[in-house]
């Protein structure tokens, strides 16, 4: 063999052997685990914070019933002892229909507030301080409450009597009419919230320049998202929770997060969430959801007046309810959408869940932060249940679970890993 042969073929050799040596470590790198990365994540919880989330949040699934029997307790009130013959016999000295329905709404739904006012305080105070979510004093607490009686009052007094009068015009397809007049006033409530009722409760202010502020308006305008703003919102004088959403609708549609997301979470985090965020607007959830439960709320009715129509047949002397247009049976009516909305639950948390699921792909997506996904999903867990049982998630979380957002961000994660 010529010595120009023997080089070639030790150089061949000594190459074959070099690229070997240079792809091994490439080749004996272990792939990306999905679900052992999940698990990582999900055991930096402690035992002890995931007992006080599990119990925060399971305790809310009593709360549900409870909320729906205090109801019916209430309605035994008003009508089994007689308080709406009182109220209606008061109101009675008006001198017009529309006055007398007007003024039977405000004290029904002001004593409905002081009756069940024991319940409010100790889930809206009570509770929230026995878990450490809340920051507010019982004084701020109550003023902010006494504030949303005031809405209510106001606005659910106009409501109530559009319905009746829809009742006394339409007779036996009320509910249809009823049905437009609730989606007006939905639509009305949405558009003025972030202008006019929010504002009630907190202070928004434009975030202040920042390469976070910046990061979170170049991901907007790269996804079409026509934000010049972003604002920040003082929710930490009320709560530890950390939160962001797009609220409004059409001009007066609006990007907020809370001071409590900017201060305990990383740009990263923050990324991760308003990339959600801005896939509520892409995505025209708000418009969505607001058919859905238009719809929805146009079936309620119907059952309601089915339901109705059958006590008041048979226990309406009792409690001196003639019929559906009198306002005496208000009581009644409250507490069969009560129960309506209870047996609902369901169906209401998993058209939301499967908004926030979507929002969560689209983030991903948007913001390119899975393990800022994850720890924030983590973040929740103070006061979401981390690892719920499919069906357990699929009745009684409105959002998917902290197991679900994590997993879903790693499987994000293995699909794009090596991308610059």
Same mark, same amino acid.
């Given at each position: 063999?010529?010595?120009?042969?023997?080089?070639?073929?030790?150089?061949?050799?000594?190459? @074959?052997?070099?690229?070997?040596?240079?792809?091994? =470590?490439?080749?004996?790198?272990?792939?990306?685990?999905?679900?052992?990365?999940?698990?990582?994540?999900?055991?930096?919880? @402690?035992?002890?914070?995931?007992?006080?989330? /599990?119990?925060?949040?399971?305790?809310?699934?009593?709360?549900?019933?409870?909320?729906? *029997?205090?109801?019916?307790?209430?309605?035994?009130?008003?009508?089994?002892?007689?308080?709406?013959?009182?109220?209606?016999?008061?109101?009675?000295?008006? =001198?017009?229909?529309?006055?007398?329905?007007?003024?039977?709404?405000?004290?029904?739904?002001?004593?409905?507030?002081?009756?069940?006012?024991?319940?409010?305080?100790?889930?809206?105070?009570?509770? #929230?301080?026995?878990?450490?979510?809340?920051?507010?004093?019982?004084?701020?607490?109550?003023?902010?409450?006494?504030?949303?009686?005031?809405?209510?009052?106001?606005?659910?007094?106009?409501?109530?009597?559009?319905?009746?009068?829809?009742?006394? +015009?339409?007779?036996?397809?009320?509910?249809?009419?009823?049905?437009?007049?609730?989606?007006?006033?939905?639509?009305?409530?949405?558009?003025?919230?972030?202008?006019?009722?929010?504002?009630?409760?907190?202070?928004?202010?434009?975030?202040?320049?920042?390469?976070?502020?910046?990061?979170?308006?170049?991901?907007?305008?790269?996804?079409?998202?026509?934000?010049?703003?972003?604002?920040?919102? /003082?929710?930490?004088?009320?709560?530890?929770?950390?939160?962001?959403?797009?609220?409004?609708?059409?001009?007066?549609?609006?990007?907020?997060?809370? /001071?409590?997301?900017?201060?305990?979470?990383?740009?990263?985090?923050?990324?991760?969430?308003?990339?959600?965020?801005? %896939?509520?607007?892409? *995505?025209?959830?708000?418009?969505?959801?607001?058919?859905?439960?238009?719809? *929805?709320?146009?079936?309620?009715?119907?059952?309601?007046?089915?339901?109705?129509?059958?006590?008041?047949?048979?226990?309406?002397?009792?409690? %001196?309810?003639?019929? +559906?247009?009198?306002?005496?049976?208000?009581?009644?009516?409250?507490?069969?959408?009560?129960?309506?909305?209870?047996?609902?639950?369901?169906?209401?948390? @998993?058209?939301? +869940?499967?908004?926030?699921? #979507?929002?969560?792909?689209?983030?991903?997506?948007?913001?390119?932060?899975?393990?800022?996904?994850?720890?924030?999903?983590?973040?929740?867990?103070?006061?979401?249940?981390?690892?719920?049982?499919?069906? #357990?998630?699929?009745?009684?979380?409105?959002?998917?679970?902290?197991? @679900?957002?994590?997993?879903?961000?790693?499987?994000?994660?293995?699909?794009?890993?090596?991308?610059?």
């Amino acid at each position: 063999m010529s010595a120009l042969l023997k080089f070639l073929l030790v150089f061949l050799l000594l190459a @074959t052997a070099g690229l070997a040596q240079a792809q091994a =470590p490439a080749t004996a790198q272990p792939a990306f685990n999905v679900e052992a990365a999940t698990q990582a994540y999900l055991n930096t919880l @402690t035992p002890a914070q995931k007992a006080s989330s /599990d119990a925060y949040f399971e305790g809310g699934y009593w709360l549900l019933l409870i909320n729906m *029997l205090y109801a019916v307790g209430i309605a035994a009130v008003f009508l089994g002892l007689g308080l709406s013959r009182r109220i209606k016999a008061l109101t009675e000295r008006l =001198p017009r229909r529309f006055l007398r329905t007007l003024a039977y709404a405000a004290l029904y739904l002001l004593l409905a507030w002081v009756l069940s006012f024991p319940l409010t305080v100790y889930e809206g105070y009570f509770r #929230e301080h026995q878990y450490g979510l809340s920051n507010q004093s019982f004084g701020a607490w109550l003023s902010e409450d006494l504030t949303g009686l005031a809405l209510n009052v106001v606005f659910g007094s106009l409501l109530i009597l559009a319905l009746y009068a829809a009742v006394r +015009r339409a007779g036996n397809r009320w509910w249809v009419w009823g049905t437009g007049i609730v989606g007006v006033f939905l639509v009305i409530g949405i558009f003025l919230g972030p202008v006019f009722i929010s504002p009630l409760f907190n202070k928004y202010t434009p975030l202040p320049a920042s390469p976070v502020r910046a990061a979170i308006l170049s991901m907007a305008r790269a996804n079409g998202v026509p934000a010049d703003n972003v604002y920040l919102v /003082d929710a930490s004088r009320q709560s530890k929770r950390i939160s962001a959403n797009v609220s409004g609708i059409g001009s007066t549609i609006r990007v907020s997060l809370n /001071d409590n997301l900017l201060r305990r979470s990383t740009p990263q985090e923050v990324q991760a969430v308003m990339g959600h965020e801005l %896939g509520h607007y892409v *995505l025209n959830h708000i418009q969505k959801m607001l058919v859905l439960f238009i719809v *929805l709320i146009g079936l309620g009715l119907w059952a309601l007046d089915w339901a109705f129509e059958r006590l008041v047949a048979r226990f309406g002397a009792r409690w %001196g309810v003639a019929d +559906r247009a009198d306002v005496g049976g208000l009581p009644l009516a409250v507490t069969l959408l009560a129960v309506l909305s209870f047996l609902a639950t369901p169906v209401f948390n @998993t058209i939301i +869940r499967t908004q926030e699921q #979507e929002a969560d792909m689209f983030g991903l997506n948007a913001a390119r932060q899975p393990d800022g996904f994850a720890t924030i999903a983590m973040k929740l867990s103070e006061y979401r249940k981390i690892n719920p049982g499919p069906l #357990e998630e699929a009745l009684f979380f409105d959002h998917p679970s902290g197991h @679900t957002r994590v997993h879903t961000a790693m499987r994000w994660k293995a699909e794009h890993l090596g991308e610059k």
